[in-house]
């Protein structure tokens, strides 16, 4: 009979890693990733697929790895997905292919996602070639953005022939993949380079340091350059403050800023000069992934990290893994707690913050219990910095240079779902249309509107 636990999975120790950038995880090896695989029953009609946004055909590449077939595995997975080594790491499998396993109703699911990792990693040790043959047709196509929807739909219309562009505003590809997620989470030159350049290897131009709507705009990329369609994956870069007093203070910032000094630009390593400030004493506002990202960023430069949210642990949007990681390296949780004010000492540098305590009310329209002040419970919490991490939107600049480009009240990109927008020829996808999402549902937005964009381009040019 199946075991009712996972394996377990190989993990730096908390009290080393939190002064270190190193992976969290160490992943299976051979053995491990072997013993998890035995314990899928290969269900004939598998749950755990119908949880996935990009449909892996989960129990087929579990049944290679149980023969120790890792090749074969990794090419079921490559049917589907294109940042396997990504996704494996950071996809809410426990919301998705793990929390739809049979075998969570009595006991712990298959680990999918650590299962997905290891063949991941197998196939890049094993410099694995997955691109198959490719016949072009000629047809120019330009995405905007190289995050997971850009590189996804990219990916797959360079496999159906296409001359695929891709348009990047920063100086390096990946999105938020580059940007956001650290280091200690997502290795960037080991993982995400790999496997941005394996979707270069399939004949994708990256253009980086292009700024659409300042450097070109979307009419000129179809009346100028040729271009006969364009994919939108912009993103939602665009960081939420919350209007309250001090706000401006230096030693606030936001945790996209934040993330993308130490990440992108590589602040945390001693042979980068990229100027960073940390606190003695932080605090993140806020409870998602992005959070849980700033707060042990700043741990691990030394900073007394706090986690400042509204609402309980129980509401706390972030990953489950993402938050009992941080709770092991020592990240204070201050729940029900939330700032009123920012205090600025005559330099114009944060001094404290006055915080008050919550209650949960009734539910709200998304189904969460409202929090809710309880009266005279002010506090002042001692911290030197503060970074915001409220959530973010899409960064206008797209939408206001391109003329007839619908967009909602939340500044996202109306388009329907196949992911055409209100201009013919003109997809998107990921975070620019949903709001700020996740990794894979980006990855889904880019393959639907490849799909679509393949049967627009045929019926029109071929
Ligand atoms: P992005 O990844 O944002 O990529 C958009 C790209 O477009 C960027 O590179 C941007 O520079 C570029 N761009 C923007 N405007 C222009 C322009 N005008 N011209 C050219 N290029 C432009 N999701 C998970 O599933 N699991 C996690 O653990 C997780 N952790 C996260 C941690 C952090 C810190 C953050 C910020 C997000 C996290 N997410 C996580 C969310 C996830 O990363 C995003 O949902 C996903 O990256 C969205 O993909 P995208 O392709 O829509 O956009
Ligand atoms: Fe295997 Fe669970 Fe999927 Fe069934 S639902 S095929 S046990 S991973």
Same mark, same amino acid.
């Given at each position: ?282 605090? $993140?506002?806020? %409870? !998602?992934?992005?959070?849980?990202? #700033? =707060? ?5 430069? @030394? +900073? ?121 020829? $003109?997809?998107? %996808? !990921?975070?620019?249309?949903?709001? #700020? =999402? ?5 990855? @889904? +937005? ?17």
């Amino acid at each position: 009979m199946a075991s009712k636990v996972k394996v377990p999975v190989r993990e730096q120790d908390p009290k080393v890693r939190a002064t270190n950038f190193e992976e969290v995880c160490y992943g299976y090896n051979e053995e491990e990733a072997i013993e998890e695989a035995k314990r899928c029953l290969n269900c004939k009609n598998p749950r755990c697929v119908q949880g996935c946004p990009v449909s892996i055909n989960i129990p087929d590449f579990i049944s290679e790895v149980k023969e120790g077939n890792f090749e074969a595995a990794a090419k079921v997975i490559a049917k589907s997905s294109s940042l396997p080594a990504v996704c494996g790491r950071v996809c809410p499998q426990e919301s998705q292919c793990e929390g739809n396993c049979v075998l969570g109703i009595k006991g712990e699911p298959v680990s999918i996602g650590k299962l997905e990792r290891f063949v991941a990693d197998w196939s890049r040790k094993h410099n694995i070639d997955l691109s198959g043959d490719i016949k072009k047709n000629g047809i120019k196509v330009a995405i905007i953005g190289s995050g997971p929807s850009g590189l996804a739909c990219a990916g797959d219309l360079a496999k159906l022939g296409y001359e695929v562009t891709v348009f990047e505003a920063f100086h390096k590809a990946g999105g938020v993949l580059t940007y956001g997620i650290p280091e200690f989470r997502l290795p960037k030159s080991e993982v995400v380079d790999y496997e941005v350049n394996s979707i270069k290897n399939l004949g994708v131009k990256i253009e980086t340091n292009v700024v659409v709507g300042r450097t070109v705009t979307i009419q000129e990329m179809f009346e100028e350059e040729g271009f006969k369609a364009v994919f939108i994956g912009s993103g939602a870069g665009l960081p939420s403050f919350m209007g309250i007093p001090g706000e401006n203070a230096n030693g606030v910032l936001s945790a996209n800023e934040f993330l993308t000094r130490v990440n992108l630009m590589k602040a945390y390593r001693d042979d980068y000069d990229t100027p960073i400030r940390v606190g003695k004493k932080v605090a $993140v506002i806020g %409870g !998602g992934n992005v959070a849980m990202d #700033a =707060a042990r960023t700043a741990l691990r430069l @030394g +900073a007394e990290s706090h986690i400042v949210y509204r609402r309980s642990e129980e509401e706390l949007p972030a990953r489950v893994e993402e938050v009992h990681h941080a709770k092991e390296e020592g990240i204070q949780f201050d729940l029900l707690t939330n700032p009123k004010e920012i205090h600025v000492d005559e330099n114009g540098d944060v001094c404290g913050m006055t915080c008050v305590k919550m209650e949960l009310g009734e539910a709200d329209a998304s189904g969460r219990r409202r929090p809710v002040e309880i009266a005279g419970s002010e506090f002042n919490l001692d911290v030197d910095m503060v970074i915001m991490s409220l959530g973010t939107k899409p960064n206008p600049l797209i939408a206001s240079t391109t003329e007839g480009l619908d967009i909602n009240n939340r500044r996202c990109i109306v388009a329907d779902e196949d992911g055409l927008t209100s201009l013919e020829g $003109v997809y998107a %996808g !990921g975070d620019t249309v949903t709001g #700020a =999402a996740t990794v894979i549902s980006a990855m @889904g +937005a880019g393959r639907t509107a490849a799909a679509a964009m393949d049967k627009y381009l045929r019926e029109k040019y071929l």
